[in-house]
């Protein structure tokens, strides 16, 4: 079944279903496909044929279904009801493009997974799934309000781009780019589905992140995007926390505050658990703040405890390497006295106890983790389906690390990474996951100057002695720009806003798609 929504969108009902009484895995589920078209050409677009949507279960590709095109309303519809589609286990979408002929273009995007065995009786499980240019940065509009320093988080529904500052100052106006509906949601917008609720303080140097990245399915507020701390105006740092529950594909979603103590912190890190916690340290209040912030969001309540052990350093890299030990490496940012430093440490958190060691100086392992580190450190996973959770890291000295993790000895390290292929060297670039094997670096600074610049990165071979991969250069940001706005909306990558080379606040928004091939 399909219905037919305003230009630049398509709903289609990939999974069609009366919901049972009662649910059982393996009962018919009901799963709603909404399809956004981004800023393409007339051109690109007319040349579309026809599309595949291919289904993704338990992260085997299934058969490709073709889906029917109409270029000049913009919608896609099923040649024929799908059959046979899986309906127990973890299902995602991809979407491909062809022109005519039944040749493949490079348009396409992909959205999930999502759990199936999760879903509630007669609920209906929503995938969000952005069509823009594959390997190459495709525009999603400008921001209402042009900021740098901001976060940007997925949701269901679109986009969250909260905090920053523009050329007058800290930024508390959110800015939601309502993408399955098509228009934007400000703080002072009206109508249906533009009501935040009570929004959170201006800030900067705050952490953001949804908390369907890294949270068990079966975890309450999976869909919510966790905020807080950060720097408020005048500087004072800031300790709140606050949640944002999205609406669904039909609004945006509101702000409400969680009311626990917390250190106050700027430029903090997060990072969220399967066990539904979210651990939160380091940053600083004038000192680097230690120990570390675990908010546990329960089926009851929502939970906050300080952990006096931890590790400080502001504006350290954190992983969470996901593998069956569920651990956390942090790693990077600066030290006390201000100065860059090369400690990395592994995390596992059980509550109520942390558990803490050494990888460069030896605590974990019994030997030293040979980390070259520094103020700026950029890591990201690298979702390859191996135990060894790797992630590429770009240290502040040197040539780049592969991180490893597995849940038997040696458990952790760092390993010395053989690449092929150009790497631009800058400084502050940002490295985020790519897609299956694959990461991407993208922007930061030449000469102090913004770049445009992006690579990515594939994964060929990770072991106990070292690991292989290889560069590649993709299509540059349409404008070079630095603190921007960074994060993940699928396999891809979304950046919003940041400064431009004038270091003017920018409001631009794009998103890079992986081809998946």
């Not at 507020?221 to 944002?244: K, N, P, S, T």
């Not at 106050?264 to 380091?282: E, H, I």
């Not at 004038?286 to 929502?302: L, P, Q, R, S, W």
Request: aromatic share 6%; charged share 15%.
């Amino acid at each position: 079944m399909t219905r037919q929504l305003p230009p630049m969108l398509a709903a289609l009902a990939a999974l069609a279903c009366v919901p049972e009484p009662a649910h059982l895995p393996g009962d018919v589920k009901d799963v709603r496909v909404v399809v956004k078209l981004a800023e393409l050409s007339s051109a690109e677009v007319n040349g579309i044929g026809s599309f595949s949507l291919t289904p993704v279960h338990d992260g085997a590709a299934l058969a490709p279904i073709p889906v029917n095109w109409s270029a000049s309303a913009r919608t896609l519809t099923f040649l024929e009801e799908p059959t046979s589609l899986p309906t127990t286990g973890r299902l995602a979408v991809r979407l491909r493009a062809h022109d005519v002929a039944g040749n493949a273009l490079a348009i396409g995007g992909g959205a999930g997974p999502i759990d199936l065995d999760a879903l509630p009786v007669g609920a209906v499980a929503e995938l969000l799934v952005v069509v823009g240019r594959l390997e190459a940065p495709t525009s999603l509009g400008q921001l209402a309000r042009p900021r740098a320093r901001a976060t940007v988080s997925a949701t269901s529904s679109g986009l969250l781009v909260f905090g920053g500052e523009d050329q007058d100052g800290l930024l508390a106006a959110p800015d939601f780019l309502h993408l399955a509906q098509g228009r934007q949601c400000t703080a002072d917008a009206t109508g249906e589905g533009c009501v935040f609720g009570e929004v959170p303080p201006a800030r900067a140097a705050h952490v953001a992140l949804t908390l369907a990245d890294g949270f068990d399915p079966s975890c309450p507020y999976r869909d919510a995007v966790f905020l807080g701390f950060g720097e408020a105006i005048g500087g004072a740092a800031l300790g709140d926390a606050w949640l944002f529950e999205p609406a669904g594909l039909d609004g945006a979603g509101a702000f409400s505050a969680i009311a626990t103590p917390a250190s106050p912190r700027v430029a903090p890190w997060a990072v969220a658990l399967r066990s539904c916690d979210v651990l939160v340290g380091g940053g600083r209040d004038g000192v680097i703040v230690d120990g570390v912030e675990v908010f546990h969001f329960g089926a009851d309540a929502i939970t906050h405890q300080a952990l006096p052990d931890g590790i400080a350093g502001a504006g350290a890299a954190v992983i969470a390497t996901r593998n069956a030990l569920d651990e956390v490496v942090v790693a990077g940012g600066v030290d006390g006295a201000g100065v860059a430093t090369d400690a990395a440490y592994l995390l596992s958190y059980a509550a109520p106890e942390l558990s803490l060691c050494g990888l460069a100086d030896g605590s974990c392992n019994g030997a030293a983790a040979a980390f070259c580190g520094g103020a700026e450190v950029s890591v990201a996973r690298i979702d390859d389906g191996s135990d060894l959770a790797p992630a590429l890291s770009l240290r502040g000295c040197g040539d780049p690390q592969v991180f490893r993790s597995a849940s038997a000895p040696p458990f952790a390290a760092f390993v010395p990474l053989a690449a092929s292929g150009a790497l631009t060297a800058r400084e502050g670039a940002a490295v985020l996951p790519f897609g299956p094997g694959r990461a991407v670096v993208l922007g930061g600074r030449v000469a102090g100057e913004p770049v445009a610049a992006v690579e990515a990165f594939t994964l060929t071979s990770v072991d106990d002695d070292g690991a292989t991969g290889s560069f590649g250069a993709l299509a540059p940001l349409a404008t070079a720009r630095t603190e921007a706005a960074l994060g993940a909306m699928g396999d891809g990558v979304v950046v919003a806003g940041g400064r431009g080379g004038d270091d003017a606040p920018s409001g631009a928004v794009e998103i890079l798609i992986p081809s998946f091939e």
